[in-house]
């Protein structure tokens, strides 16, 4: 899913009269979905927060009511070495920030924090950056990581859905491709990649040519050679949006879908916060690390005994035969999502 970040960042440099929330996440785009209800609670408590973040999630957050100020942090490109550091901190800093909050945890944010002259620093103990923290909360270990993050605004509950709110124009965009493409609703989106190889289900292509419902492919630039594989197999019914389009307008996609067949990646995650149905694919990693659908979404994952074998997903297998993925046959797949689309028609 591409970027749509067409908007530029207020500029920084001038004082708040009220100086307020800083947080700093600069984590993966699925760890950014799932920061939005944190945001929201923040912004109840003491108004609208300042969010520091990647270039590519940057729209996930800069319509969010609960935002005053996306900052995007190019640490690749050109925020990018010490001095680009340095640069953001300093104008941070000239901002005032009375507190920061740091759902990532990493010693890059604590020290971003640190030089943005934040008073307060609030994170989770035990974090590689807990170190600069003046208040490390106790970090939950059981439900959703949407909740769990609400921690740091002290608050745990579950958040209410949907959490991701979408503008007229993303709608129309999303409704713009796929009336051009004939796609006939009710459709079924399939999101075969993952920023990590071995969290990538091997059988989309198969599974799609077994679906009876259009299908649509979401994913980014890097999984274009995969999706036209799932397209080839099903061509008149499957059709390919990978790389294609913004990731706002992929998330109002996602928000018409009748259902998501999803890894565990960024869709699965999109997927929840607009309370859409899901079917979950878990190979490497475990739902009970929190990152899993919520409700009564259905989990398709193969009991192996060197499950998880990370908590993110290695870039291959560590013992070479990725049987948690490959063992997990199309047929067994194909039965929980016809399943699920009859639980809900």
Same mark, same amino acid.
């Given at each position: ?17 009220? %100086? ?27 108004? %609208? ?16 009511? *609960?935002? &005053? ?24 800093? /000239?901002?005032?920030? *009375?507190?920061?909050?740091? !759902?990532?945890?990493? @010693? ?10 934040? /008073? ?6 035990? /974090? !590689? ?10 970090? !939950? ?29 993303? &709608? ?16 079924? @989106?399939? $999101? ?22 259009? @299908? ?18 099903? !061509? ?30 960024? $869709? ?7 309370? &859409? ?10 739902? $009970? ?13 193969? /009991? ?21 993925? &490959? ?5 067994? @797949? ?12």
């Amino acid at each position: 899913m591409v970027s749509e970040s067409g908007r530029e960042a207020t500029a920084l440099g001038t004082r708040n009269p009220e %100086p307020g929330t800083l947080v700093i996440q600069t984590a993966h785009l699925g760890d950014v979905v799932l920061t939005l209800p944190l945001l929201q609670r923040l912004a109840d408590a003491d108004g %609208p927060v300042d969010l520091v973040t990647t270039p590519d999630a940057a729209p996930l957050a800069e319509q969010h009511p *609960a935002v &005053r100020r996306v900052i995007p942090f190019d640490k690749h490109g050109a925020d990018r070495g010490l001095a680009g550091f340095i640069r953001l901190g300093r104008r941070l800093r /000239a901002t005032g920030y *009375a507190r920061a909050v740091l !759902p990532h945890g990493s @010693v890059r944010s604590a020290a971003l924090a640190c030089l943005a002259g934040a /008073a307060e620093r609030v994170g989770f103990a035990g /974090a !590689p950056g807990a170190l600069s923290y003046t208040r490390r909360v106790s970090r !939950p270990t059981a439900g959703h990581m949407s909740a769990r993050l609400l921690a740091l605004a002290g608050q745990g509950t579950a958040p209410g859905r949907p959490w991701l709110q979408l503008t007229a124009g993303d &709608r129309a965009s999303a409704a713009t491709w796929l009336d051009a493409h004939g796609v006939a609703e009710p459709f079924i @989106v399939l $999101a075969p990649g993952s920023r990590w190889g071995t969290k990538r289900w091997p059988y989309f292509a198969e599974l799609a040519q077994r679906l009876r419902h259009p @299908v649509v492919v979401i994913g980014g630039p890097e999984d274009q050679t995969l999706a036209a594989t799932i397209v080839q197999a099903a !061509p008149h019914r499957c059709h390919g949006a990978t790389g294609l389009l913004g990731l706002r307008t992929s998330a109002a996609i996602v928000e018409r879908a009748a259902l998501v067949v999803s890894n565990d990646s960024v $869709a699965l995650h999109l997927a929840t916060a607009l309370d &859409r149905p899901v079917v979950a694919i878990f190979g490497p990693t475990i739902p $009970a690390f929190g990152f899993g659908p919520l409700g009564d979404d259905p989990i398709v994952e193969q /009991a192996l005994p060197c499950r998880p074998c990370s908590s993110h997903g290695p870039a291959a297998c560590p013992l070479g035969h990725h049987d948690c993925m &490959r063992e997990i046959d199309v047929s067994r @797949v194909t039965h929980v999502v016809e399943a699920r689309l009859a639980g809900i028609s």
